[in-house]
């Protein structure tokens, strides 16, 4: 649950610009939480829905906080930083992309991947993009992997998952290749 002290860190990341190196659009709120700016709420809700679906049956993904919204044109004009976007704040999960994994981790990570997507569609909920290793975080010291970026996931019927599963199938045996 957001509370105010967490969205005065927001405001205060905001303001000062305290983003993750290379990803602009997350901001650093505190050591341990995160801020994903949104310019529309239906994405940052779709995400929140989703990662805490999967968060309570034991997928790998960070812990979602809650959503904060722009403030009203009200109160805009008592703050000196007014929130303009949407943000969904989350718990800041340490990893690095697939692209930077060590060669000896490439496997581990395959495995942990797959693993977790398994989870989620059992579920019945998977992305509606084509397959990308692009939308997790690998941690090289405790070899898991974490799902991450859920704004285009849907609900799907066994057929779609089940569709969804050959699809990862083929993705994986082309990796081996």
């Known amino acids: 649950m957001l509370n105010s002290n967490t969205i005065s860190k927001l405001r205060s990341s905001i303001r000062e610009r305290r983003t993750l190196r290379d990803r602009g659009y997350i901001y650093l709120v505190g050591a341990n939480k995160v801020a994903k700016k949104y310019w529309s709420k239906e994405p940052a809700l779709r995400e929140f829905e989703y990662g805490c679906l999967l968060f309570s049956h034991g997928v790998k993904v960070p812990r979602y906080y809650g959503v904060v919204g722009p403030d009203s044109f009200f109160l805009k004009k ?3 930083n007014p929130i303009e976007n949407w943000y969904l704040v989350m718990e800041r999960v340490e990893g690095i992309r697939y692209e930077k994994i060590n060669e000896s981790d490439i496997g581990e990570f395959q495995r942990g991947h797959r693993r977790e997507l398994e989870k989620a569609l059992k579920l019945g909920v998977h992305p509606t993009s084509s397959i990308d290793i692009s939308d997790c975080i690998f941690d090289s010291e ?3 992997v974490f799902l991450i970026d859920f704004s285009h996931w849907e609900n799907g019927n066994i ?16 990796l081996r290749k």
């Open 78 to 80: 008592f703050r000196s």
């Open 142 to 144: 405790s070899k898991e």
């Open 159 to 174: 057929n779609e998952v089940k569709l969804y599963l050959e699809r990862l199938d083929q993705f994986y045996n082309s």
